[in-house]
């Protein structure tokens, strides 16, 4: 029986992140995975996704220039060539995850885990195949899409995240059940490819954990973009017809549509037999310690499957950590792992226009910190954002009165998720108000639209009333 020092169980940017930083530790690891290296985020989840972004944001911007002079007549969008195109993206990007993978020799094995049993000197880990030996153990087995009650995905008329990255025709309508991240991601580009557009979300607004300025901004722009936005409305029934879905909804109201997407959430996935041994889990998800260890100590969880800011680069940083630990544990290195706070970890939602957000949202700030200051900064000023033409959206910075620390950025607008970096090293290192007012942004960029949101913290922004 082969026998190794960790096993991880799962390839997603969680687990192959962990493959490659044990590797480079020295430490001896295998990954497992059933399905291809890149998980969900490669595969099915990011990548895809922001291909699709990238050619609906284009064709957006291609219709919206006759204004600066520049005509393109006949502007269309050949669906087909833009999934090929999506598709070319994820082979690009998994391959190269790949082709790491056999240059630093990492052991993978393309199989299914089915159980782990544990003995007194590790664990057995039992695929369809075969059986390995190992002294700890990552998992890294990701999540799936929820459906609840009477709400299931079919495949055909009602789609998951996954089902709607394979459709081979544009539909005319498509009502998008939860304004999630999502939800609101798929709905902005199926907007812009010309579909007609509902989001039905039972809670009061759409991407509802954002600060609420910038959860009622994206709400009205992608109004303006004639997308039909139900709040405070559930849908109790789906029904299907030949050629259509009617939603039945907690109004009393129905609605039509070619297609539904379905994305009320997403749920963990772990179909392992564990035999000898359990798991504390928390609604599914794995209870695991700042370390990410599990209730046993030589097996850790990461990724979505923990449950906490379902996003790669948590599941990345998440094995970075566990491969640290391990360092420490194993071979005696490191000076000791670096924590993770998972509130200052950056979100990114690819609408248009993008949000991006690290920090506390401005309800938190005043629930943790009392008295606080906020400043804020609309494009519409911004020299750059005039420029290219797009004006929508503004920077909202959050800051404790007491400390000046920065507590929180929001950005909603052009670039928003490229330049909340920005906000991500303010906060990591406790950068205060007044050690920022040396820094000089440069002109005339986007980013300009921060330095004056600090500023107006203290109702010095230079280009507002
Ligand atoms: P996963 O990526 O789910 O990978 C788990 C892997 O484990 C899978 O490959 C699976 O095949 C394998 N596996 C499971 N069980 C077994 C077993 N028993 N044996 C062997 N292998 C097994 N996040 C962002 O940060 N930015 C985004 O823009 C973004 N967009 C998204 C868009 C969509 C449509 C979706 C659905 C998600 C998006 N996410 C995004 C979330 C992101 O994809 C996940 O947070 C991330 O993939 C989680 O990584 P993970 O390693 O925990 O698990």
Known sequence: MKKFEVAVIGGGPGGYTAGIRLQQYGINAVVFEKARLGGVCLNWGCIPTKALVKIADLYQEVKDREQSGVFISDTKVDFQATMNYKDEVVEKLVSGIEYLYKRREIPLIEEEVIEIKSESDGYIIITSESEYKCDYIILATGSKPKEIGNLKFDGQQVLSSRDILSLSELPESLAVIGGGVIGCEFASIYQQLGVKVSIIEFLPNLVSMEDNEISKRLQIMMKKRKIKIYTKTNVNEIEKQDDKVILHLSTGKTMEAEKVLMSIGREPVCEIKFNGFELIKDRGFVTVDPELR?????????????????????????AMLVAEVLNRELRGEGEGAFSINY???????????????????????????????????????????????NTEGFVKVIIEKKTGLIRGMHIIGPEAVEMIAQGSIMINLSADINKLKSLVFAHPTLSEAIGEALEDSENLAIHKM
């Open 294 to 318: 599990t209730n046993n100590r030589r097996i850790f969880a990461i990724g979505d499957l923990t449950g906490k800011l379902m996003l790669a680069h948590t599941a990345s940083k998440q």
């Open 343 to 389: 509130s200052d970890i950056p979100r990114c939602t690819f609408t248009s226009p993008c949000i991006g957000s690290v920090g506390l949202t401005e309800y938190q700030a005043k629930e943790k910190y009392g008295e606080i200051e906020t400043g804020k900064f609309m494009f519409s000023a911004n020299g750059k954002a005039i420029a290219s033409g």
